[in-house]
Protein backbone atom coordinates (compact mmCIF):
# COMPACT_ATOMS: atom_id res chain seq x y z
CA UNK A 1 0.00 0.00 0.00
CA UNK A 2 2.61 2.27 0.80
CA UNK A 3 4.76 1.90 -2.31
CA UNK A 4 1.52 2.37 -4.23
CA UNK A 5 0.92 5.42 -2.69
CA UNK A 6 4.21 6.64 -3.12
CA UNK A 7 3.94 5.42 -6.97
CA UNK A 8 1.00 7.35 -7.24
CA UNK A 9 2.43 10.79 -5.71
CA UNK A 10 5.60 10.73 -8.24
CA UNK A 11 3.18 10.34 -10.94
CA UNK A 12 0.86 13.08 -10.41
CA UNK A 13 4.47 15.42 -9.58
CA UNK A 14 5.62 14.02 -12.84
CA UNK A 15 2.94 15.24 -14.24
CA UNK A 16 3.14 18.90 -13.46
CA UNK A 17 4.01 21.16 -16.13
CA UNK A 18 4.88 24.79 -16.30
CA UNK A 19 5.48 27.85 -18.59
CA UNK A 20 9.63 28.28 -19.76
CA UNK A 21 11.10 31.48 -19.26
CA UNK A 22 12.28 33.83 -22.67
CA UNK A 23 15.53 32.49 -23.92
CA UNK A 24 14.70 29.21 -22.46
CA UNK A 25 15.85 26.25 -24.16
CA UNK A 26 13.29 25.26 -27.00
CA UNK A 27 13.83 21.35 -26.76
CA UNK A 28 13.78 21.67 -22.98
CA UNK A 29 10.10 20.13 -22.80
CA UNK A 30 10.92 17.21 -24.76
CA UNK A 31 14.16 16.16 -23.07
CA UNK A 32 12.23 16.62 -19.51
CA UNK A 33 9.28 14.70 -20.79
CA UNK A 34 11.90 12.20 -22.51
CA UNK A 35 13.71 11.65 -18.92
CA UNK A 36 10.51 11.91 -16.84
CA UNK A 37 9.28 8.76 -18.96
CA UNK A 38 12.27 7.26 -18.08
CA UNK A 39 12.71 8.01 -14.77
CA UNK A 40 8.97 6.78 -14.22
CA UNK A 41 9.58 3.61 -16.08
CA UNK A 42 12.51 2.77 -13.65
CA UNK A 43 10.61 3.57 -11.08
CA UNK A 44 8.04 0.85 -11.90
CA UNK A 45 10.23 -1.51 -12.59
CA UNK A 46 11.78 -1.15 -9.06
CA UNK A 47 15.32 0.36 -10.43
CA UNK A 48 15.84 2.84 -8.16
CA UNK A 49 19.61 3.00 -7.71
CA UNK A 50 19.31 3.54 -11.49
CA UNK A 51 16.77 6.12 -11.61
CA UNK A 52 18.74 8.32 -9.21
CA UNK A 53 20.91 9.58 -11.78
CA UNK A 54 17.83 10.27 -14.12
CA UNK A 55 16.40 12.21 -11.23
CA UNK A 56 19.54 14.22 -10.45
CA UNK A 57 19.89 14.96 -14.36
CA UNK A 58 16.39 16.26 -14.61
CA UNK A 59 17.20 18.12 -11.33
CA UNK A 60 20.09 19.86 -13.20
CA UNK A 61 17.94 20.47 -16.47
CA UNK A 62 15.36 22.18 -14.52
CA UNK A 63 17.56 24.64 -12.50
CA UNK A 64 19.58 25.46 -15.08
CA UNK A 65 17.14 26.05 -18.05
CA UNK A 66 14.09 27.38 -15.05
CA UNK A 67 15.63 28.88 -12.39
CA UNK A 68 16.27 28.61 -8.56
CA UNK A 69 12.91 29.08 -7.50
CA UNK A 70 10.80 27.28 -10.30
CA UNK A 71 7.78 25.30 -9.18
CA UNK A 72 9.78 22.48 -11.75
CA UNK A 73 13.09 22.47 -9.79
CA UNK A 74 10.72 21.65 -6.32
CA UNK A 75 9.54 18.76 -7.86
CA UNK A 76 12.23 17.21 -9.07
CA UNK A 77 13.79 17.30 -5.86
CA UNK A 78 10.81 15.86 -4.76
CA UNK A 79 11.20 12.86 -6.72
CA UNK A 80 14.92 12.37 -6.05
CA UNK A 81 14.33 12.36 -2.42
CA UNK A 82 11.64 9.95 -2.60
CA UNK A 83 14.20 7.79 -4.70
CA UNK A 84 16.37 8.02 -2.13
CA UNK A 85 13.67 6.61 0.62
CA UNK A 86 12.88 4.03 -1.39
CA UNK A 87 16.69 3.17 -0.77
CA UNK A 88 16.64 3.73 2.50
CA UNK A 89 19.21 6.89 1.93
CA UNK A 90 17.88 8.76 4.25
CA UNK A 91 20.43 11.51 4.93
CA UNK A 92 20.40 12.20 1.12
CA UNK A 93 16.81 12.43 1.29
CA UNK A 94 16.58 14.46 4.06
CA UNK A 95 19.39 16.39 2.25
CA UNK A 96 17.02 16.78 -0.87
CA UNK A 97 14.02 17.61 0.12
CA UNK A 98 12.48 21.07 0.46
Known amino acids: MMRRALFTMLI ?3 SVGGQLPAGAETRLPEKLAISNS ?3 ELY ?3 KHTEAIP ?3 NIVALTKRNLGE ?3 EKAVALNNLAKLYVAEKRYTEA ?3 SL
Do not use: C, I, S, T
Open 44 to 46: LQG
Open 94 to 96: EQV
Open 38 to 40: QLR
Open 12 to 14: VVL
Open 54 to 56: VAR
Open 69 to 71: KAP
